[in-house]
């Protein structure tokens, strides 16, 4: 005989699609394991095809396709409930992400992202920085960086390959108000590469989405001020 029962589920079993900036995937490899371990989750920390010397196929030439090509990944894994982190580039990445609509994402995280055009608001241009400029202009506190840079240099190459000279798309901020899922931005206000008042523009053009400023953190959250991060991230459903 077969009952009805009444069922109390308490595995709340999240996966996770981190994505890296401009430094590569030694950037969020810390932040992946924190996220695995206090989370119980499944964390997904690939490496952008072109980063760190891997392949990329010719027809890989922009910020959309590589958007597209995370979600197949997505469809052939048959994830679904699936939120989208990204940092800084991979945060342009996650908001091209979101856009799609694809039933595996419920939500995305953006940290620092880069991306729109904010008119007073530039993006640095990292090109030609010395360690000790990326150094001042990444992190709050100089000192507590990596030696002898703050963390992996920004592979430029790989990272134009997608974006283009401007590293910003002049349609993205009004494609954002299209955006289906909710989008947590994240900011760590001692940012020199993207202010904050760039953060808060990016946020405004996104629906639902919420503005979390992080004090005492520069361009790398997850890097400087991870367990505030993670805190921002877990509360995004």
């Given at each position: 005989?077969?009952?009805?029962?009444?069922?109390?589920?308490?595995d709340h079993t999240?996966?996770f699609?981190?994505?890296h900036?401009?430094?590569?995937?030694p950037?969020?490899?810390?932040?992946?394991?924190?996220?695995?371990?206090?989370?119980?989750?499944?964390?997904?920390?690939p490496?952008?095809?072109?980063?760190?010397?891997?392949?990329?196929?010719?027809?890989?030439?922009?910020?959309?396709g590589?958007?597209?090509?995370?979600?197949?990944?997505?469809?052939r894994?048959d994830?679904?409930?699936v939120?989208?982190?990204?940092?800084s580039?991979?945060?342009?990445?996650?908001?091209e992400?979101?856009?799609?609509?694809?039933?595996?994402?419920?939500?995305?995280?953006?940290?620092n992202?880069?991306?729109?055009e904010?008119?007073?608001?530039p993006?640095?241009?990292?090109?030609?920085?010395?360690?000790?400029?990326?150094?001042?202009l990444?992190?709050?506190?100089?000192?507590?960086a990596?030696?002898p840079?703050?963390?992996?240099?920004?592979?430029?190459q790989?990272?134009?390959?997608?974006t283009?000279?401007?590293?910003?798309d002049?349609?993205l901020?009004?494609?954002?108000?299209?955006?289906?899922v909710?989008?947590?931005?994240?900011?760590?206000?001692?940012?020199?590469i993207?202010s904050?008042?760039?953060?808060?523009a990016?946020?405004?053009?996104?629906?639902r989405s919420?503005?979390?400023?992080l004090?005492?953190?520069?361009?790398l959250p997850?890097?400087?001020?991870?367990?505030?991060?993670?805190?921002?991230?877990l509360?995004v459903?």
């Amino acid at each position: 005989m077969t009952s009805e029962l009444t069922l109390l589920d308490l595995d709340h079993t999240r996966t996770f699609l981190l994505l890296h900036g401009g430094g590569g995937v030694p950037t969020m490899a810390g932040f992946a394991h924190l996220l695995a371990e206090r989370a119980h989750a499944r964390v997904l920390l690939p490496t952008h095809p072109g980063f760190g010397g891997t392949p990329k196929p010719d027809d890989l030439i922009d910020v959309a396709g590589l958007a597209r090509t995370y979600v197949d990944l997505l469809d052939r894994l048959d994830l679904t409930g699936v939120t989208v982190i990204g940092n800084s580039f991979g945060g342009w990445v996650a908001a091209e992400i979101a856009l799609l609509g694809s039933p595996r994402v419920s939500s995305a995280v953006i940290a620092n992202g880069i991306g729109v055009e904010v008119g007073g608001h530039p993006v640095t241009d990292v090109r030609g920085l010395s360690p000790a400029e990326l150094r001042k202009l990444s992190w709050h506190d100089p000192s507590k960086a990596p030696q002898p840079a703050a963390g992996p240099g920004p592979d430029v190459q790989a990272l134009i390959g997608y974006t283009g000279p401007a590293m910003a798309d002049p349609t993205l901020a009004a494609r954002l108000g299209q955006t289906p899922v909710p989008v947590h931005v994240v900011w760590g206000e001692s940012d020199g590469i993207v202010s904050p008042e760039y953060g808060k523009a990016f946020a405004a053009a996104i629906p639902r989405s919420t503005f979390t400023p992080l004090p005492r953190t520069g361009h790398l959250p997850q890097v400087e001020s991870p367990e505030a991060l993670l805190d921002a991230v877990l509360s995004v459903r």
